[in-house]
């Protein structure tokens, strides 16, 4: 009966020791979002290409606010008493050459801006913890594609070197700004060349005023030519301010969003896909720790059994001395009742 009694605390114990050592899955979600609120570790501004539009949109309409104002100062630089279309002709070049190296960047920006979109819905699927980390992920998006090669890859039990991704993926993306980057290094340039052209004209103009002293022709076209010099170097210093800038910010946008994309293949994808010497090692050290624990508990728990089998017998033999006890005064009774009533005795 002891022997009976002790295995059943045992088993009881154990079952209630295991309840709380192993914890239910959606006990694991509510610690991870607690409340309703994500724990979310990854850190990228999921709206600076966005918010770098709209700075690029305001600056514009400033200069475009300025140049209205000062229209009268613009006409005489740029459009009155032109001699020649070397002018017009460099500032449109310097013009065209700001147009298409601007419309590139406002290309990538919103296709960085897609990205941060992407991404953060990609981090919010991990927090959720989502059946299909992709949901609501578009399939072209640099995070997209870097789930299906780490997914891929780890299906082939292929190791994963996450540098060599992000070199490549690095090396995609600089292609990107590559005419960006040949425009905002060309872009100065260009006016030091309508410089150096208007200048040249001065000096022929100076020539002709100096063989003849009397030429008007040749004071005016001094005059041009330092015009245009003037109105060449206006031209590539303003474009060049304004896209130098926005160029930075293009540069930090996609630093943004691959540093991004590094942190959440660190963070959600390696400990998905990546299988190593020492993270199997880590994870074999935490198992042994919740094992010594779990043995800790369980003596814990066999003392605790220990105590209560030894109160449960000390309770069962206190019992059994009351059943005695109460057995010996019932035979009192009895032979009372015997003797009161006159009744012959059972060995009679």
């Known amino acids: 009966m002891r022997d009976h009694?002790?295995?059943?605390?045992?088993?009881?114990?154990?079952?209630?020791?295991?309840?709380?050592?192993?914890?239910?899955?959606?006990?694991?979600?509510?610690?991870?979002?607690?409340?309703?609120?994500p724990l979310q570790i990854v850190t990228f501004r999921s709206h600076?290409?966005?918010?770098?539009?709209?700075?690029?949109?305001?600056?514009?309409l400033v200069i475009s606010g300025i140049a209205v104002w000062k229209y009268d100062l613009i006409a005489t630089v740029y459009?009155?008493?032109?001699?020649?279309?070397?002018?017009?002709?460099?500032?449109?070049?310097?013009v065209v050459l700001f147009l298409l190296g601007l419309m590139r960047m406002i290309t990538i920006f919103?296709?960085?801006?897609?990205?941060?979109?992407?991404?953060?819905?990609?981090?919010?699927?991990?927090?959720?913890?989502?059946?299909d980390p992709l949901l609501q992920v578009p399939a072209n998006s640099i995070i997209a594609s870097r789930?299906?090669?780490?997914?891929?890859?780890?299906?082939?039990?292929?190791?994963?070197?996450?540098?060599?991704?992000?070199?490549?993926?690095?090396?995609?993306e600089s292609t990107r700004t590559s005419f960006p980057k040949y425009i905002s290094n060309v872009l100065i340039l260009t006016g030091?060349?309508?410089?150096i052209v208007s200048l040249s004209l001065a000096l022929l103009g100076a020539?002709?005023?100096?063989?003849?002293?009397?030429?008007v022709e040749g004071m005016g076209l001094v005059i041009h030519g330092m015009s245009t010099a003037l109105s060449t170097t206006i031209t590539a210093i303003v474009c060049y301010l304004f896209y130098g800038y926005f160029y930075l910010k293009l540069t930090d946008a996609q630093t943004n969003i691959l540093s991004a994309v590094e942190q959440v293949t660190t963070t959600y994808l390696a400990p998905l896909f990546v299988v190593e010497q020492d993270t199997?090692?880590?994870?074999?050290?935490?198992?042994?720790?919740?094992?010594?624990?779990?043995?800790?508990q369980m003596q814990e728990s066999q003392k605790v059994v220990a105590r209560a089998e030894t109160r449960l017998l000390d309770a069962v033999s206190e019992y059994q001395q009351q059943l005695g006890q109460g057995q010996e005064e019932m035979g009192t009774v009895v032979q009372l009742l015997r003797r009161g009533f006159r009744l012959p005795d059972d060995d009679a």
Do not use: K
């Not at 890859?153 to 995609?172: C, F, K, V």
């Open 5 to 37: 009694v002790g295995w059943n605390l045992n088993l009881c114990v154990l079952r209630h020791t295991l309840s709380l050592s192993w914890p239910t899955d959606s006990g694991s979600s509510h610690n991870r979002t607690r409340r309703g609120i």
């Open 110 to 131: 919103l296709s960085y801006s897609r990205e941060e979109r992407a991404t953060a819905r990609f981090i919010q699927n991990q927090e959720n913890e989502l059946e």
């Open 48 to 60: 600076f290409s966005r918010n770098t539009l709209l700075l690029m949109f305001l600056v514009a």
């Open 147 to 172: 789930y299906r090669v780490m997914e891929r890859l780890h299906a082939s039990s292929t190791p994963i070197n996450q540098g060599a991704l992000a070199a490549t993926l690095l090396a995609s």
């Open 280 to 296: 199997t090692l880590y994870e074999f050290t935490g198992l042994v720790r919740s094992l010594q624990s779990l043995v800790r």
């Open 192 to 195: 030091v060349f309508g410089t």
């Open 79 to 94: 459009f009155r008493d032109q001699l020649t279309a070397t002018g017009w002709i460099i500032n449109g070049a310097i």
């Open 207 to 215: 020539s002709d005023l100096l063989e003849n002293a009397v030429d």
